[in-house]
C-alpha cells in the first residue's frame, strides 16, 4: 500500500530504524532512503514506463554529462563560508563560480530544442537525480547562507 509521508507524519517503523530519513521506500521488506536508490529499485521492479534515458551516456550533449559534478558544485558552495577574509588571493567566489557554471550548463541543455526534462520530452532517472540536488541546493541556502546569491 502507498503511505505517502510528511517530516510530521513520520511513520515509527522510519524513525525508529532508519533515523527518520525521507525521502523513503519501503516495498517486499527492503527499505531504501537514498533517491538514487529508490530510483534503481523502482526502475528494476516496475519496469514500465521506463525510466531509462534513451541518450548515451558518452555522449556530450547527454543528461548525464550535464550532471557530471552538480552535486559536488553545489556541496562546495554550501560548505564555503560567505565572507572569505578578502584580500588579492582571496577564492571565496570560486564555490559560487562553479555553481554558476553548472547551473548555466543546465539552463543551456534545457534550454536547447526548448526540452522539458533532461533527456528531452521524457521523465526519466535523470530526472529523478537532479530534483533532489535542486531541492538540497534550495533547502540549503536557506539554511546556510544569507541570501539566494545572484546566480545570473
Not at 556530450?60 to 558552495?77: D, I, K, T
Not at 564555503?80 to 588579492?88: F, K, L, T, Y
Not at 529523478?128 to 536557506?142: A, K, S
Request: glycine content about 8%; overall charge negative.
Amino acid at each position: 500500500n502507498l503511505q505517502p509521508c510528511t517530516p510530521e507524519t513520520k511513520p515509527n517503523w522510519l524513525i525508529e530504524h532508519y533515523q527518520g530519513s525521507m525521502p523513503a521506500l519501503r516495498h517486499r521488506k527492503e527499505c531504501y532512503t537514498e533517491s538514487g536508490g529508490i530510483v534503481d529499485y523502482l526502475e528494476f521492479f516496475f519496469t514500465e514506463p521506463s525510466l531509462t534515458p534513451t541518450k548515451s551516456k558518452s555522449s556530450s550533449s547527454s543528461g548525464e554529462a550535464v550532471l557530471e559534478g552538480f552535486f559536488p558544485a553545489v556541496a562546495q558552495y554550501l560548505k564555503a563560508p560567505e565572507d572569505g577574509g578578502g584580500g588579492q588571493d582571496d577564492y571565496s567566489n570560486v564555490p559560487l563560480d562553479n555553481l554558476k557554471a553548472k547551473l548555466a550548463t543546465l539552463n543551456d541543455h534545457l534550454a536547447d530544442d526548448n526540452k522539458i526534462f533532461l533527456d528531452g520530452d521524457k521523465f526519466t532517472t535523470l530526472d529523478c537525480r537532479l530534483v533532489p540536488q535542486l531541492y538540497h541546493l534550495e533547502t540549503g541556502i536557506e539554511g546556510f547562507k544569507s541570501g539566494v546569491p545572484n546566480l545570473a
